[in-house]
C-alpha cells in the first residue's frame, strides 16, 4: 500500500486497525509503521486504530509520535490524544511519565494532552500530575479547571482535589479560584 494515494493508504489502515484482534502484535507493528506516514489523515487512522488495538506499548507509542510530530494539523494531534484515551490507564501512565521526564517541553505536552482529556483515567490521575514539582502553577490551574471537561456517569470525585487543596494551604488565589470554579459546576 505504500505507493497507493493517500486515501487508499488510509483506507487500508483503518480497516486494519477496525478489524484486527486485540493486542494483534503484527497490525501493532503496521500502525507503527503508518504513523509515520507523510500524510495526516493517514497518521490520524494509526493514532486512533493503536489507541482501539491496545497493545502493551501503545501508550508510549503514541505520546512519542505526538512529541515528534512537528505538523500543526489540530486533528491529527487531537487523534493522538483520543489514541491515549481509548487506551485507558496505560495511556494516561504514558503521559505522566512523559510529565516526569524533567524536560519543560515535555512537561508542558502533558499538561496539554491532560487539557484535552475526557475519561475517567485522565480526571483520576490529575491528582498526580498536580504533585508534578515542576508543574507551574498556571498550569495547575489549567488543570484543576480541566476538571469540568469529565462529563462522566457517575461523575468523578472531587475528593482527590479536596485532599490535594487540604495539604497545600498555601496555594496561589488563582489556584484556589480555579478549585472554588470547580466545585460550583
Known amino acids: 500500500v505504500r505507493g497507493e494515494s493517500p486515501d487508499v493508504r488510509r483506507l487500508a489502515v483503518e480497516a486494519l486497525a477496525y478489524n484486527a484482534k486485540p493486542k494483534d502484535n503484527r497490525v501493532f507493528e503496521t500502525l507503527l509503521k503508518a504513523l509515520a506516514d507523510r500524510d495526516p489523515a493517514v497518521r490520524r487512522v494509526a493514532a486512533l486504530g493503536i489507541g482501539r488495538l491496545g497493545h502493551d506499548g501503545s501508550g508510549e507509542a503514541l505520546v512519542n509520535a505526538l512529541r515528534h510530530d512537528a505538523e500543526a494539523d ?77 462529563q462522566a456517569d457517575p461523575p468523578v470525585s472531587l475528593d482527590p482535589l479536596a485532599d490535594y487543596l487540604a495539604k497545600r494551604p498555601n496555594e496561589p488565589a488563582n489556584i484556589l479560584l480555579a478549585a472554588v470554579d470547580v466545585f460550583a459546576a
Not at 96 to 124: H, M, N
Open 74 to 150: 489540530a486533528f491529527l494531534k487531537d487523534a493522538y490524544v483520543r489514541g491515549i484515551e481509548k487506551l485507558g490507564k496505560p495511556g494516561i501512565e504514558a503521559v505522566v511519565a512523559l510529565a516526569q521526564s524533567g524536560e519543560a517541553k515535555s512537561r508542558d505536552l502533558a499538561v496539554a494532552i491532560f487539557l484535552g482529556l475526557r475519561t475517567r483515567a485522565g480526571a483520576d490521575a490529575i491528582p498526580e500530575m498536580l504533585l508534578q514539582p515542576e508543574v507551574t502553577a498556571d498550569q495547575r490551574e489549567a488543570l484543576i479547571r480541566s476538571y469540568t471537561n469529565y
